[in-house]
């Protein structure tokens, strides 16, 4: 079983930067792909990145945040990030971290297998 904690949500002005971490605990981290989503109010939830367990670190992106996000993971820390830079009202959610013991990044959330209780990003105009 993974615990999963999500930090450095906040309200921020459209251009600014953030960067959220996820904390894990209770597993094997290295064996897990990690992903972030977010879920806008009215919306469902939508992959935003990933990060493979191996240490190829292969990323995906969703075409959306490609270019402005970078995720990234520690797991020597057991730890997961993600940089957010150039933000967008529209990035406005609730990202969640989550882990996957599938072999590669997917973006259905069906596929992830242990959940953080969110953290809020709210990006003003």
């Known amino acids: 079983q993974v615990q999963l904690v999500e930090s450095g949500g906040g309200l921020v002005q459209a251009g600014g930067s953030l960067r959220l971490s996820c904390a894990a605990s209770?597993?094997?981290?290295?064996?897990?792909?990690m992903g972030w989503f977010r879920q806008a109010p009215g919306k469902e939830r939508e992959f935003v990145a990933g990060?493979?367990?191996?240490?190829?670190?292969?990323?995906y992106y969703a075409n959306s945040v490609k270019g402005r996000f970078t995720i990234s993971r520690d797991n020597a820390n057991n730890a997961v990030y993600l940089q957010m830079n150039s933000l967008k009202p529209e990035d406005t959610a609730v990202y969640y971290c989550?882990?996957?013991?599938?072999?590669?990044?997917?973006?259905?959330?069906?596929?992830?297998?242990?959940w953080g209780q969110g953290t809020q990003v709210t990006v003003s105009s």
């Open positions: 990060v493979n367990w191996n240490s190829s670190g292969n990323t």
């Open positions: 209770g597993g094997t981290f290295s064996r897990y792909v």
């Open positions: 989550a882990a996957s013991r599938s072999w590669m990044i997917t973006a259905i959330p069906g596929t992830y297998d242990f």
